[in-house]
């Protein structure tokens, strides 16, 4: 599966957009992006995933190039629930065999 | 709410104990992976389970081992604990279809002293 690169953290006032870039340059065409967050001690939590088109949920919105070599996850409103370590992932049909990084941590601020 | 559950949430052993971990997948989902996350890192993958058998393993040793069993229910054992084996347990589940959502569970907390 494709390696990710993601900043090592973020701060976002709240109540603003945070976009959460991520590369991934070695994608294959059967790779989805996945994206999962992580707030302290508790277990990864689903926020969205796509193939090649955006996608967009009751959390976030999710934004892949046309060359799919990267993709932004958008949190349209921060708030300080939103503190969390942001996992970018690439994986083909792996049905959860996921290759996590480092993440992002995304502080929320007042 | 995943509809993953794990049990239990917190454990303490001793080094060179045995220790069994459970997960609970969510209904319909036919595939369970483990992942071993320790304190301010990334998740590792151990192993996937597939309708019973193994369908992968990350690089752990053999003292790392698992079951799913018919209802698709999960075991996590791991054998001759070590100290470095204190971290969270994670357990995911999905059916065998990327589009759909693969989900955690909370996690076990193992303390090996």
């Known amino acids: 599966d494709a390696k990710t690169t993601q900043p090592t953290s973020m701060d976002c006032a709240e109540g603003r957009a945070a976009n959460l870039p991520c590369n991934h340059s070695?994608?294959?065409?059967?790779?989805?992006v996945y994206w999962y967050r992580q707030i302290h001690s508790q277990g990864p939590q689903y926020i969205i995933h796509?193939?090649?088109n955006n996608e967009t949920n009751e959390m976030a919105s999710l934004i892949i190039t046309e060359d799919r070599k990267s993709s932004t996850l958008i949190l349209p409103h921060a708030t300080l629930r939103d503190t969390a370590v942001y996992y970018c992932?690439?994986?083909?049909?792996?049905?959860?065999?996921?290759?996590f990084g480092a993440g992002t941590q995304v502080v929320v601020t007042p | 709410e995943t509809g993953v559950t794990q049990s239990p949430t917190h454990l303490i052993k001793t080094r060179g104990q045995q220790v069994t971990l459970r997960c609970s997948s969510q209904?319909?989902?036919?595939?369970v992976s483990w992942y071993q996350q320790a304190l301010g890192q990334g998740p590792q993958f151990i192993f996937q389970?597939?309708?019973?058998?193994?369908?992968g393993r990350g690089n752990f040793p053999p003292r790392f081992s698992g079951l799913q069993f018919p209802n698709y229910s999960s075991e996590l054992n791991v054998n001759a604990l070590e100290l470095d084996d204190s971290a969270l347990y994670l357990c995911?589940?999905?059916?065998?279809?990327?589009?759909?959502?693969?989900?955690f569970g909370e996690g076990s907390w193992l303390t090996v002293v």
């Open positions: 995911a589940s999905s059916t065998s279809d990327s589009r759909n959502t693969i989900y």
């Open positions: 070695t994608i294959s065409g059967n790779e989805y």
């Open positions: 796509g193939l090649k």
């Open positions: 992932i690439v994986a083909t049909d792996s049905w959860g065999k996921f290759q």
């Open positions: 209904s319909g989902h036919n595939t």
């Open positions: 389970y597939y309708r019973e058998e193994e369908n």
